[in-house]
Every structure is written in structure tokens, then in C-alpha cells.
């Protein structure tokens, strides 16, 4: 039987440095599989499913799974299938602020980068002011 290459990733969205865990979905028999991961780390792998594959950098990645047996090969790519968000709100901001710890459960710190008038606003996760 021609084989079909299909895939799963857990998670898809992730926070930068962070791990996902890729399982195999594809038919055939005796089948031998070629991942690549674009941003990931490690960028390939040769397993059937691949674990702890990382991604340190925020963006959106590609997976591309190639299956092959004795009858034929199959290629997937998902586009865009990993999104890696980044850690920090300093990263969207050119550093113009730093904000740290991050993720913080008590106090956090706010450092400027240049003198200015600053109005500032923290909100909640349910978008409520506090």
C-alpha cells in the first residue's frame, strides 16, 4: 500500500523556548519517516515521533513530514503550523521598556529606556484593570 503521511504536534502554540512533541498519523506498513523542522531543535529527525523538539525563537514554523516505503512516498507540510509567541512584552517594543520578572506572580519592575512622561495601565487576563 502507497503510504500517506499525516501528523500531529502538541502543543502547536507555544511560548518561545519551549518544547513540542510531534506523533505520526500516517498509514503504511514498514514505513520509514524524514521530519524537518523549520526553527526547531533539532531541525530533523528520523523517528516516528519525534519528542521534545524546541523552539527558541518566536514565529511561525513549517513542518514537513516524508514517509516512504517499499510502494511510494508521501509528503505533508503544514504551514505555519508551529506558532512560537515571545516571552517578553520587551521584544514588540524595540526595547523602549523592559518589563521583569516575566511571568511574575508578585511584584514586577519596569525599567524606561529614555526619559518621558509614561502612563501605564495593567490589566488582568480577563482584560479587567487592576
Do not use: H
Not at 502538541?10 to 519551549?18: H, I, K, M, N, R
Amino acid at each position: 500500500m502507497v503510504p500517506t503521511a499525516d501528523f500531529e504536534g502538541d502543543p502547536t502554540q507555544l511560548y518561545a523556548g519551549e518544547s513540542v512533541d510531534f506523533t505520526s498519523l500516517s498509514n503504511g506498513e514498514n514505513l520509514s519517516f524524514e521530519w524537518i523542522f523549520e526553527g526547531g531543535d533539532p531541525g530533523t529527525s528520523t523517528e516516528e515521533n519525534p519528542s521534545g523538539i524546541v523552539y527558541s525563537n518566536p514565529g511561525l514554523f513549517d513542518v514537513k513530514l516524508i514517509v516512504t516505503n517499499e510502494f511510494g512516498i508521501d509528503t505533508l507540510t503544514k504551514v505555519d503550523y508551529i506558532d512560537a509567541m515571545p516571552v517578553g512584552i520587551d521584544e514588540y517594543m524595540n526595547n523602549a521598556f523592559t518589563i521583569y520578572p516575566n511571568p511574575t506572580r508578585d511584584n514586577i519592575n519596569i525599567q524606561f529606556g529614555e526619559q518621558a512622561k509614561y502612563e501605564i495601565q495593567l490589566s488582568n487576563l480577563n482584560g479587567v484593570l487592576i
